[in-house]
């Protein structure tokens, strides 16, 4: 299949190619060249003209909470007051202590609806459901394989609620990243638990070796607020990040998200050890987090993504708050260009969750692919395109999405989805768990 748009963003972040298409075979991408090239090589191939349009890799949501869907206008008396009471009087028991396999289930299919139809073509999805083991990452992974998106899944193993159950976590992620090696595909698995304020340095270590065993990743949450750092200093003497690098975590294996409140000797840290980040900047503000000084760990050289976090699930508002809370923040509209957000929204995202031939546009890459209309009330060019898609695109303008050669959005409609049937599973989930009574 050749699809000839306008515009090719190959190389995220680099200057795009204007005629520049791609000729799909399989899974993979297999030429790219000028689309008049593409044309004479491959007469014979099925074409899609798309003039008005970019043709970019998609999106990777490197961090999300599918099941947050359910929290999305859940009945509260009054706003949280801070990230603490945020996680304790709200999260944790409303949503996450309420979640069984149906609730997961059924918010991971609306919110996947969601994701697709705004381009993204990868996400990776964090549980915490301690009442949920074991299997609901297999019972999550029969609905995401049915919609076809490339996903990595991971249960957040915490010992908050107790010893046995974050054993019951851990063994949830190691018993599915074997299960996901076996059946092959496009769902993986990572290691993955809390923080240093849920979980203990034991725990932490059995998490690491693990992760080492596996040959998988190990993901935490790292100082969404101040929380975490106070506790830190209170507990261990020294902040989040110095205190995994005295646990030997700190390295390359390690994908923390979040990392709001970081000081200059953590950021440090994190570029010496090879630490991966995920920004989520607009759950930083819904939780009154922070600014995460992302322009200071790109500067530093950490790989950094994008994620969603489970709140607002339309991608270009996640990347078009990336591009616009750090200028307001730094007092500096130079921060954060167009170029290097896309950039962060697709391969740096790969990058982060260690996923390798995606991200780009390049022969032999994975097809993850995103078709968007460009046509603006001023003309589209090479040399604003990346601004004009960052600031003036949603997923209205989403006209194609692919993941792995497969079309799976054609015109902001999710192929092969019942989505009538989907969003009433998601409500009837949702009035489930709203009306249960706490404790
Ligand atoms: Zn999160």
Redesign the pocket.
């Given at each position: 299949m050749l699809i000839l748009p306008d515009f090719l963003i190959d190389n995220p972040g680099q200057p795009p190619r204007r005629d520049w298409g791609v000729r799909v075979t399989g899974a993979v991408i297999d030429a790219v060249a000028p689309n008049d090239e593409l044309r004479r090589r491959f007469p014979d191939d099925e074409m899609i003209d798309a003039p008005g349009c970019t043709l970019s890799p998609g999106f990777v949501n490197a961090?999300?909470?599918l099941y947050g869907l359910l929290a999305h206008g859940l009945p509260l008396d009054k706003a949280p007051s801070g990230f603490w009471p945020f996680l304790e009087d709200f999260w944790w028991p409303l949503v996450e202590d309420r979640l069984d396999h149906e609730a997961i289930c059924a918010a991971t299919d609306a919110i996947l609806l969601e994701m697709l139809r705004s381009g993204v073509t990868t996400v990776y999805d964090?549980t915490e459901a301690p009442y949920a083991l074991p299997g609901c990452l297999a019972a999550q992974a029969g609905v995401v394989r049915e919609r076809g998106i490339r996903a990595v899944l991971s249960f957040e193993a915490t010992e908050r609620v107790s010893k046995e159950n974050g054993q019951l976590g851990l063994a949830e992620n190691a018993d599915f990243i074997r299960a996901c090696r076996e059946t092959g595909g496009l769902i993986s698995g990572l290691m993955c638990f809390h923080t240093t304020f849920s979980c203990s340095a034991e725990f932490i270590q059995q998490a690491h070796r693990l992760g080492e065993e596996l040959d998988v990743l190990v993901h935490m949450?790292c100082s969404?607020g101040v929380h975490e750092p106070e506790y830190a200093l209170q507990h261990f003497g020294v902040r989040p990040m110095e205190y995994y690098d005295r646990l030997g975590a700190a390295n390359s294996r390690m994908l923390a998200?979040?990392c709001v409140q970081m000081s200059a000797a953590e950021i440090a840290i994190m570029a010496a050890r090879g630490v991966k980040m995920t920004h989520?900047p607009l759950?930083n503000c819904e939780v009154g987090a922070g600014i995460a000084p992302v322009p200071e760990l790109v500067e530093a050289g950490v790989t950094v993504g994008l994620?969603s976090?489970?709140y607002v699930n339309d991608f270009y508002e996640v990347v078009r708050a990336a591009f616009l809370i750090h200028k307001a923040h730094k007092q500096d509209p130079r921060v954060m260009p167009a170029p290097l957000v896309w950039h962060l929204a697709t391969e740096g995202g790969a990058r982060a969750l260690g996923l390798e031939q995606i991200g780009r546009i390049a022969e032999g890459w994975q097809a993850d692919l995103q078709l968007v209309d460009t046509r603006m009330p001023t003309p589209t060019e090479a040399h604003n395109l990346y601004d004009q898609l960052v600031l003036w695109r949603n997923h209205t303008h989403v006209r194609l999405v692919m993941v792995a050669g497969q079309v799976r959005v054609r015109d902001g409609v999710v192929l092969g989805a019942d989505e009538d049937a989907i969003i009433a599973r998601a409500h009837a989930a949702a009035r489930r768990l709203w009306s249960m009574t706490v404790g």
């Open positions: 961090h999300a909470h964090c949450h969404e998200s979040q989520m759950s994620g976090d489970g």
